[in-house]
């Protein structure tokens, strides 16, 4: 290696002054590269070492210090900002007694209480294997639990098989959000229960088990989690602590269930008109907008302002950039040259929906409202027009959950489309509304339309739709509040390329066992798919049936 060229020039000798500089200054500091002329200078950092012995040196040095700006503060060391996490609880954890029905309903409820301890009793173990055997959806998640039980047992090795006794961590199998433990009852336990509950009942078993484990610990909550509410009742009854499994719910209140539809105040046009742009784009208006208002906007959400004296503003929100957003104008369906089918649209919610259900670029569609409000007419509509006229989708895919709203009138005979003719009541009788509209036909003119768009609808069954796949089909879930998420998420995924899934309920109308408005598949859907730019919802508010059932849903 080459040794370094020697000095062009002496250096200059140092004189005593330099000397006591340099004997005052730190030995701790390193020389930086030489900072530009130009290059503003860095703000001063505030030492926050405070020493007893040099309290008197660094008083002054904090009285000629700067007031802290934001330019400061991100200067500061990391040290002085940093603050220890706090924890999740301060208390002990909770351990939660489970009901068999909590893991039929749920079979992740295991790993979905944070870093609180579950406990299993026998009875509930019992009750899991008498439910396996079958090819319902209760079965099928009894399965998925006993399989989540083998697994979390079978990583206790025969060295550790003494710490059984003490849980097993329920993060081993890599659930990693899980951060407690599971116990099994694996001794019996001597319970005086009130002598009106038998001992040999399995929901009595259970409420020993609970008071059983609040004696033993003492220091300790333990709560019991069911889905029944009887059993919760029972429990409060006898001073035992009860909870109903939150953790399936979308949303805590129904209310909260993002409608689609956002009114704009009154003084829109006096708040925004200044830094408004307008433009028209394929035949409607468009406005950029910026202000407060664009946090609360969500992408195919529906915005209207209606004020007296003055022309009504329907618009959907289109793109949402920053701190501007789009509005364009939504096409009037409530006039009749803007038919669908011979349908048109007679309140506002309505004409949001069809502006929906004829948008292309929405591949999912969620429509809520009470009876009578014509979500399935204009869905149906929606659908043969795109199928028959624009030749958008190849054809028009129906089917819905078979729960009965009273007794089983049994086994049905037939193929697969003759056994669900009994549910599809709502689809035979909106056809027939559809096809009195071609009256200048006659009657053989509107046979051979019904026999056509027969031929372009298809009635499916659920039980049979794990591994299709839907290519160029416009399919129409009816009643879909009676699909627990898990369902939904099984025909949501069938979707192939150029298909269109609408999803049609009523949430007051859920006749599935265990499921809630909360809790419900359609408000797991609406929750979820809400902001997404290729998808839409709108809760249908006034009913349009006739005025008989408009004061029925009122009253009864």
Not at 275 to 290: D, F, P
Not at 435 to 462: P, Q, Y
Not at 539 to 545: H, K, P, Q, T, V
């Amino acid at each position: 290696m080459p040794l370094p060229k020697p000095p062009a020039k002496r250096g200059s000798l140092l004189s005593p002054a330099d000397f006591e500089s340099q004997s005052a200054a730190s030995p701790v500091v390193r020389p930086h590269k030489t900072r530009p002329s130009n290059e503003p200078a860095a703000p001063p950092v505030l030492d926050l070492y405070d020493d007893s012995a040099a309290a008197g040196a660094v008083a002054p040095m904090r009285a000629l210090a700067p007031a802290p700006t934001p330019q400061s503060i991100a200067h500061r060391p990391l040290s002085a900002e940093l603050r220890p996490r706090k924890p999740r609880s301060t208390g002990p954890a909770k351990l939660f007694v489970l009901d068999t029905n909590v893991l039929m309903h749920d079979p992740t409820s295991l790993f979905r209480f944070e870093e609180h301890d579950i406990c299993l009793p026998m009875i509930t173990l019992e009750e899991l294997d008498s439910h396996k055997k079958g090819m319902t959806e209760v079965a099928r998640n009894v399965r998925q639990v006993s399989r989540d039980l083998d697994a979390l047992a079978s990583t206790i090795t025969s060295r550790e098989t003494s710490a059984m006794a003490d849980g097993v961590a329920l993060n081993r199998t890599g659930r990693r959000e899980a951060g407690g433990r599971l116990f099994f009852q694996t001794q019996s336990l001597n319970v005086s229960l009130p002598a009106g509950l038998p001992p040999g009942k399995a929901d009595n078993q259970i409420l020993g088990v609970v008071q059983a484990l609040r004696e033993t610990h003492a220091g300790r909550e333990v709560v019991l989690v069911s889905k029944d509410i009887n059993m919760r009742i029972k429990a409060r009854a006898l001073g035992l602590p009860a909870e109903d499994y939150f953790n399936d719910k979308a949303l805590e209140d129904g209310d909260l269930l993002y409608t689609g539809v956002l009114p704009l105040p009154p003084d829109f046009w006096e708040r925004h008109g200044k830094t408004m742009e307008s433009w028209n784009q394929g035949g409607a208006t468009c406005y950029r907008i910026s202000g407060p208002l664009i946090p609360a906007l969500l992408i195919n959400q529906f915005v209207f302002l209606e004020t007296p004296g003055a022309a009504p503003l329907y618009a959907k929100v289109t793109e949402i950039t920053g701190s501007s957003a789009v509005l364009r104008t939504v096409k009037e369906y409530t006039h009749p040259k803007n038919a669908v089918w011979g349908v048109t649209a007679r309140n506002r919610e309505q004409n949001f929906a069809l502006s929906l259900l004829m948008d292309p670029e929405c591949d999912f569609i969620t429509l809520t409202g009470t009876a009578g409000t014509g979500k399935t007419l204009m869905t149906l509509a929606a659908a043969l027009s795109q199928v028959m006229d624009e030749r958008r989708y190849s054809e028009i895919i129906v089917t819905r959950v078979t729960v009965p709203v009273g007794e089983d009138i049994g086994f049905l005979p037939g193929t697969e489309e003759e056994k669900m003719s009994p549910w599809m009541g709502a689809l035979d009788d909106n056809l027939e509304v559809l096809s009195k509209g071609d009256g200048a036909a006659g009657e053989w003119g509107r046979a051979a339309t019904n026999d056509l768009v027969r031929s372009k609808i298809k009635i499916k069954s659920m039980n049979f739709m794990r591994g299709r796949t839907f290519l160029n089909k416009f399919v129409l879930i009816d009643e879909a509040q009676n699909l627990t998420p898990k369902q939904m998420k099984t025909l949501i995924t069938r979707a192939g390329p150029g298909t269109k899934i609408v999803c049609l309920g009523n949430l007051a109308q859920i006749d599935t066992p265990y499921l809630t408005e909360g809790s419900s598949g359609l408000t797991f859907a609406v929750d979820r798919f809400k902001g997404w730019p290729h998808s839409g919802h709108v809760n249908l508010a006034r009913g349009e049936r006739s005025r008989l059932a408009d004061f029925a849903s009122e009253v009864l």
